[in-house]
């Protein structure tokens, strides 16, 4: 099973980007979807989760300008990204949760690189 993220790049202050994910080699339910990000020197931290049937959950610092969002269809997840900062600048990872029920397997993407200029 692999992630594949993509859509980073380079981006103004108060623009927009939307990150995608998509889960090949396996055809099982994502339960959770999640995207964490990471700036060099400090740990990854969680930006956003959804629980199949569920509503989102955000980081209080992203509430309101990040949207999750998830495609079963496609076994793909998104998360946009709105009115960027550049303290939102980092490496995003996606992290899948896959199968109904516990135990899950936990698997994440390689990263796309969000760079938000001044």
């Known amino acids: 099973v692999q992630l594949q993220a993509s859509g980073g790049g380079l981006v103004q202050a108060g623009g927009s980007l939307r990150l995608s994910c998509a889960v090949s080699?396996?055809?099982?339910?994502?339960?959770?979807w999640a995207w964490y990000r990471q700036v060099p020197g400090e740990q990854r931290e969680r930006v956003a989760t959804?629980?199949?049937?569920?509503?989102?959950n955000y980081d209080d610092s992203v509430k309101g300008r990040f949207t999750i969002s998830r495609d079963d269809a496609k076994n793909t997840g998104y998360l946009q990204l709105d009115a960027l900062k550049p303290g939102n600048t980092a490496v995003y990872y996606c992290n899948a949760l896959v199968g109904l029920y516990a135990p899950r397997d936990d698997y994440w993407g390689q990263g796309t690189l969000v760079t938000v200029s001044s």
């Open positions: 080699g396996s055809d099982d339910v994502i339960w959770r």
């Open positions: 959804i629980i199949k049937g569920e509503a989102p």
